[in-house]
């Protein structure tokens, strides 16, 4: 009786269930070189195996998960690399902390997004202990027509001068968004609520957030937040200050 190792019985099993077969690079065996008496030692094998530790299975799906998320990882690092230029940010952009700064973080958040919003006092925090970081915030109108409509009014307040400042008017209020409500809100914040509305509409605006979207895709983003840690490393979801601090830290180590 032929014996796998753990790890290439896991995969085996994996693949079986999958109906797929698995052999090393450069195996001269193909699955249709088995005869079906040797196909179907090798079922039993496997069946055996899963009714003595179960937990074969879930380590072939851990192992394969963990490295579909490493090629997506690497597809979407190289996308980062492809864009280097509009990551670092545009008009169109809001930078917190130090315009110049050497140690990069990119943010894509939706304004409607709880988690976005749970992350701001992290962000701001991590902005204030790290005096090297350039933080640009990219606004993504992921989640409906509510935060097309408030993603538009930051793009809008951008070209007043006022976008950070709608923006924390925008993500700490807990009221159903409207025209009606952009417009109060920028009034109290002090721009001009008419221009907005306008501009929220213009071509500028939509051009904002078409690259903003563009980019997204392209770095395979599948929620928000989403931080693009220089050209290290992209992590999806509300990371603690702590992890951010950490990731952060690892860029002033060589690669």
């Known amino acids: 009786m032929t014996r796998f190792p753990r790890l290439r019985l896991s995969l085996l099993t994996a693949a079986l269930a999958g109906g797929l077969a698995v052999f090393p690079a450069g195996s001269s065996r193909a699955e249709g070189s088995f005869t079906p008496a040797q196909r179907q030692e090798i079922v039993a094998i496997v069946r055996n195996a899963l009714k003595t530790d179960p937990t074969i299975l879930a380590d ?3 192992a394969m ?5 490493a090629q997506q990882q690497a597809k979407g690092l190289q996308a980062v690399r492809a864009n280097r230029a509009k990551l670092a940010g545009s008009s169109g952009d809001i930078v917190l902390g130090n315009p110049k700064g050497s140690l990069s973080v990119v943010e894509f958040y939706d304004p409607r997004c709880p988690y976005c919003r749970k992350v701001l006092p992290d962000l701001d925090r991590l902005v204030s202990a790290e005096p090297d970081l350039r933080l640009v915030e990219k606004v993504v109108p992921v989640l409906g027509p509510a935060s097309q409509m408030e993603a538009e009014a930051i793009a809008a307040a951008g070209l007043q001068g006022g976008y950070l400042k709608l923006q924390q008017a925008l993500m700490s209020d807990s009221q159903p968004a409207s025209v009606a409500r952009i417009r109060a809100l920028a009034t109290a914040t002090g721009l001009d609520a008419d221009r907005l509305e306008r501009d929220m509409k213009g071509p500028d605006v939509a051009a904002i957030l078409h ?6 895709r392209q770095v395979g983003l599948e929620g928000t937040p989403t931080f693009l840690i220089g050209e290290k490393a992209i992590i999806p979801g509300a990371a603690s ?8 830290d690892s860029l002033r180590k060589p690669s």
Do not use: P, Q
């Open 211 to 216: 690259e903003n979207m563009d980019l997204a």
């Open 65 to 69: 998960r963990a490295e579909t998320e």
């Open 60 to 62: 072939a799906i851990t």
């Open 241 to 248: 200050f702590e992890d951010l601090k950490s990731e952060v």
